[in-house]
């Protein structure tokens, strides 16, 4: 319930930080962070790479002994000002006036970018000023009073410049010590009584010592901090990126966090894990001077929206996107060009049953002219799908078919090799840009075009690899790194994976059309053929699309950062850890939200699609086999274990 301001509040008074503005990041010193990854990049980062290097750790301590040597100097309280911090910390560092200036506008710069109206705090503001009450605002802080009134009517808080504003830096007297109180009322006329409202966030400062001074209060609670810094040692950016994503917990966040619940894990979890991709992305086409990104399938439909959104923050304005329609299947029609027995695999993929005319069909062949070969392997009704025990029947009676497949797709790679070369046309090399995870949709991409010289041309950007997998990718030629596999922590991504988090993943990029599911003449010229979605899809992808929604605005809110930093100190592969926690650890709330969303089964369809993790029946809980076998089956395993808990006693 929002505080109504009392009639008989003549004065008003408020603190800054944490009552009327609010920092993105967790914790206040956490900016100081920020500044040091802003000091690497910028003009000084590698004459003084040492003392930037050590920044943040030399910040704090420079405050610290700064406001000791005001005491011991000038007895006090040890208020200080934000030139004193910076003069001990060139006295300390013995850095340059050069650097030490060009430090002290980086930081007040990052404190900028980084600060937002609390709207709890701008509507009281604003009523006091409805109502005509005298106003000021009071800070115990070391930042110039007129940097901090210039913030105020930055972020809407109009006739800010009006009102009295007092700095303990400034003033040498604190809220904390309660003598800034009494200096107020004597540099102001006003009288320290009950009809004097106080409005703060720290129980000492702005409630006990104005109670003490003899003001009304209203202790704040739209707002959280502990000011400690946040500390990791995974990666260069780790610190930043885990201050940012913990920001998102604090109650601060609700100014800008999505209502919907969908929406709200999309900007929560996905938004941040694909933030840091679409850098990596950014990233890695700048360094290779790659002027053309093709966002391939439907996993690609998405990236290529957010890559557009944050291409101009980048400076990557001159670098064109495609969006093309392909999938694993179309790809297996026209791009399989040599085969070893493991191949066949592929058209098999999948947790239920197929058919043997299902999985011939992926490998571009009619099971009716082959009935005689599948009988010879003991398959008989070729629409009916066959038991898992059964399953090796159709590869062994694919590989004896192998050289059909190669026979099939070559005569549809020469009738369609041009709608795959278009892609290249004007360009030496493109960047191909997926999901993952193991680099057939490349592989299939470039043999779909007779000239072996195109693998050099395309260089894959995906996600995520399964390095124990793309191995005969990568004999074939194929150029293709993934983000998660970027990381010190890869081994953490490459098992939370296949434990549900492709499943995820996929999700959440469900492109708003269906799936490519061949390619036809029209017109003279080649277009993709579509899947028909049915109901089940359609809802699929409803959810998906609002989950986006959430995704898409964490975009938004945090484009400032690439004002801030480059697409390469942005890409760390940190910003997966809260996709990863869901993926591993799934809070309850997270499970029966999710864990009933559905997922394709088969390449190029949607027709057979099972939910991410089911709840069994109770009788079958307390059946191992049974639990065993539901768990092998379910994409979502944590999500499954949390949904099938068997408590004793």
Known sequence: MNFTLPSAAAIVTFDIFDTLVHRRC?????????TRLRAIEGPFGIIAHDVIGDFTQSRILAEAQAREARTTNHGGEGEITFDEIYDRWQEQTQANDALTEWLKTCELETETAMLFAAPEGLRLFQDARAKGAKIAFLSDMYLPSEWLRDLLIRLGFDGADSCPLYVSGEVRLSKHSGALYDHVSQAEGWSLDENWLHFGDNQRSDIDKAKEAGLSTHFVTWGYVENKLTQRD??????????????????????????????RVGYTIWGPMLFGFTCWIAAQLRQRDITRAVFV?????LPMQLFQTLQQH????????RYFYMSRKTGYLTGVRDWWPERAWQYMFGKTSKSAARCLSAAGLDANKYRGTLQAFGIDQIDHPLPERERYRVFEALNALYADVL??????????EGYYKSTLTGQDRIALIDIGWIGNIQRCFVHSMSDVTTRDKVEGFYIGL????????VKLGMKMQGWLNSGVRYQEHYHALPAGGVELMEFILTADH??????????????????????????????ALRAQKGLTKFFEDNLYLLDLLSPEMLSSADWADPFLRLVTAPKDDEIELLAGISHSDSPGSNAERLKLARKLPLKHRFRPKYRRRARREAFWKAAFDRLNRVRVG
């Open 314 to 321: 980048a400076g990557l304005e001159t670098i064109e996107t």
């Open 466 to 473: 399964h390095e124990n997998d793309i191995w005969p990718n």
């Open 514 to 543: 269906g799936s490519t599911i061949n390619l036809t003449h029209e017109d003279g010229a080649i277009v993709p053929v579509l899947e028909e979605q049915g109901a089940d899809e359609l809802e699929h992808q409803r959810l």
């Open 234 to 263: 995974t990666s260069l950016q780790a610190n930043t990126v885990a201050s940012l994503i913990g920001a998102l917990d604090l109650p601060q966040a609700e100014k800008y966090l999505p209502q919907d619940p969908l929406e």
């Open 26 to 34: 967790k914790a206040p010193v956490d900016v100081f962070e920020i």
């Open 407 to 416: 026979r099939s797709s070559r005569d549809k790679r020469l009738a369609f």
């Open 297 to 301: 399938a439907r996993d690609g439909w």
